[in-house]
């Protein structure tokens, strides 16, 4: 089974994020082996970086504003073609200081969601949702609409 990994900078201390996080784990538990890891936030972006490099794994996505905008046809299908290699992922989730430029650098895809910027406990629910929405577009279920 293909191994996704979610490294997020802080902690997720509402009750209704970590709710929402416990149900698109359950559901990508019959896809994937699902690893969240939270990496104490540093003094500085530099410092988390170096934190988040010792645990990077596989194909890596850095999430960042200047990173390649993508559909979610579009995410399932660069998905799809990483599991189809056997590829684990990793996905990056920074602080709200964003990610150091050696993170930046050492991934294999930038990937923004959006110009905008949304709180980290946010985007680790709706970047499962995606993760979620790919392993479901690429299985043909109905969930994609």
């Known amino acids: 089974m293909i191994k996704v990994n979610v490294l997020c900078v802080g902690k997720i201390k509402e009750d209704f994020f970590r709710a929402a996080i416990a149900e ?3 559901r990508l538990s ?3 082996k699902l690893e969240i890891t939270e990496i104490p936030e540093g003094k500085t972006i530099e410092e988390e970086g170096k934190a988040i490099i010792r645990r990077m794994r596989g194909y890596i996505f850095a999430l ?3 990173g390649k905008p993508l559909s979610s046809p579009a995410l399932a299908e660069k998905v799809k073609g990483l599991v189809d290699r056997g590829e684990n992922l990793t996905f ?5 200081e964003g990610l150091s430029d050696e993170v930046k650098s ?16 946010l985007m680790r629910v709706i970047l499962l949702e995606q993760i979620y929405r ?3 577009i690429n299985g043909g279920g109905e969930y994609h609409k």
């Not at 050492?106 to 406990?121: G, N, R, V, W």
């Open 24 to 26: 698109y784990s359950k």
């Open 30 to 32: 019959r896809f994937c």
């Open 64 to 66: 960042c504003v200047e």
């Open 92 to 96: 990056i989730i920074g602080s709200s």
């Open 106 to 121: 050492a991934a294999d895809f930038k990937l923004s969601f959006s110009e905008m910027t949304f709180p980290h406990q």
């Open 134 to 136: 790919a392993f479901m």
